[in-house]
């Protein structure tokens, strides 16, 4: 087992046990011609590395999404990937003829979206430097504080939390969310805080 990498007990076996080297490239290419790059794609996660996940779709073969393709920066490897046997999705990015594994990210319009690719520069220009995971950029949000690399409002946590006080149900409710994430934000609202002063002072 390669150090730091998490299996599910459950691990997909991508094809039957008699398949040859020349049946599986065969099998690999008509893959390629059936699903093409930006098909969306669900699947279960079996292995957590500390590069990214593998999870399951059903094509038989690994789908890959690369912590580079979470799309958010300061990832804690395992806490903050998604949980084993947990169900993610996203969209074909590509093939890796190599190992034979299909490249997955959460947006693959994005790759080719100006309009994101304008909004993260933003957000990096408004990273706060006592906040690293918050941005505050007039042109982001109408100006309110986001998560680096997501549309995500600090806001947006907060109120959510208000109401289900838990952080499974703000990750499932906000794709890209990690526990750090929330914890970024409860502490930039508590710092916030520190700094109004109390009436009568």
């Not at 393709?69 to 490897?77: L, Q, S, T």
């Not at 890209?176 to 994430?181: I, N, R, V």
């Amino acid at each position: 087992m390669p150090l730091n990498w998490r299996f599910s007990d459950d691990v997909p076996f991508n094809g039957p046990s008699s398949e040859t080297s020349a049946e599986r490239a065969i099998r690999w290419e008509g893959l390629k011609q059936q699903v093409s790059p930006g098909t969306p794609v669900s699947g279960r996660v079996f292995i957590q590395a500390p590069f990214g996940v593998f999870f399951d779709a059903g094509l038989g073969f690994s789908l890959l999404l690369e912590i580079l393709d979470f799309g958010f920066p300061g990832i804690i490897f395992p806490d903050d990937y998604p949980a084993l046997d947990s169900i993610i999705t996203g969209e074909v990015a590509g093939f890796r003829d190599d190992n034979k594994q299909i490249a997955v990210v959460k947006d693959y319009a994005a790759i080719f979206n100006p309009d994101l690719s304008e909004r993260l520069r933003y957000q990096e220009e408004g990273r706060l430097p006592d906040h690293p995971l918050i941005s505050i950029h007039p042109k982001v949000r109408l100006g309110y504080a986001c998560l680096i690399g997501t549309s995500i409002s600090v806001i947006d946590v907060l109120d959510h939390l208000a109401g289900s006080l838990s952080f499974d149900s703000a990750i499932s409710t906000f794709p890209g969310l990690t526990k750090q994430m929330i914890r970024a934000c409860l502490q930039y609202a508590s710092d916030r805080e520190k700094h109004i002063r109390p009436a009568g002072w």
